[in-house]
């Protein structure tokens, strides 16, 4: 009998990873939540960005889009094992502003929240570039 229950258990759990490797795969696929909201002097865009440090967001603005690749990484935990690796790893995300918005690169910033939120702020005025991203401090 003990057999048996520990091969339903194996096959349990070989069955959760496969789904959570493919809800995994749905999330990195879908596009990053966001909202684009305007000010008399910039567009700011503020991005889903959960469990990711600075060092791996990559911003780009270039033709009035804004570009962003996120790649975060699963934490250890001794003493646990992964059943269920049900959270995408690459997720990225675009949002276009409006045609008419006359936006500069320069001094555009992004800030990564302590609540898992980054914001991008692009100033009103023409361009395209790269944007640095700078984490908030505890």
Same mark, same amino acid.
């Given at each position: 009998?003990?057999? /048996?229950?520990?091969?339903?258990?194996?096959? /349990?759990?070989?069955?959760?990873?496969?789904?959570?490797?493919?809800?995994?795969?749905?999330?990195?696929?879908? @596009?990053?939540?966001?909202?684009?909201? &305007?000010?008399?002097?910039?567009?700011?865009?503020?991005?889903?960005? @959960? #469990?990711?440090?600075?060092?791996?967001?990559?911003?780009?603005? /270039?033709?009035?889009?804004?570009?962003? +690749? /996120?790649?975060?990484?699963?934490?250890?935990?001794?003493?646990?094992?992964?059943?269920? @690796?049900?959270? %995408?790893?690459?997720?990225? %995300?675009?949002?276009?502003?409006?045609?008419?918005?006359?936006?500069?690169?320069?001094?555009? +910033?992004?800030?990564?929240?302590? +609540? #898992?939120?980054?914001?991008?702020?692009?100033?009103?005025?023409? #361009?395209?570039?790269?944007?640095?991203?700078?984490? &908030?401090?505890?």
């Amino acid at each position: 009998m003990s057999r /048996l229950v520990e091969t339903g258990r194996s096959a /349990l759990r070989s069955a959760l990873e496969r789904v959570g490797r493919g809800w995994g795969r749905v999330q990195e696929r879908r @596009p990053l939540s966001h909202d684009l909201l &305007e000010s008399d002097d910039a567009y700011l865009v503020v991005f889903d960005a @959960p #469990g990711v440090r600075g060092e791996d967001v990559d911003v780009t603005f /270039l033709d009035r889009t804004v570009e962003v +690749n /996120l790649e975060r990484f699963r934490d250890f935990y001794d003493g646990h094992e992964l059943v269920f @690796p049900g959270r %995408g790893v690459s997720l990225s %995300g675009s949002v276009d502003l409006p045609r008419d918005a006359d936006v500069t690169p320069e001094g555009a +910033n992004a800030t990564l929240t302590r +609540n #898992g939120t980054l914001h991008v702020e692009i100033p009103k005025r023409g #361009g395209s570039s790269d944007v640095d991203v700078v984490e &908030e401090d505890d």
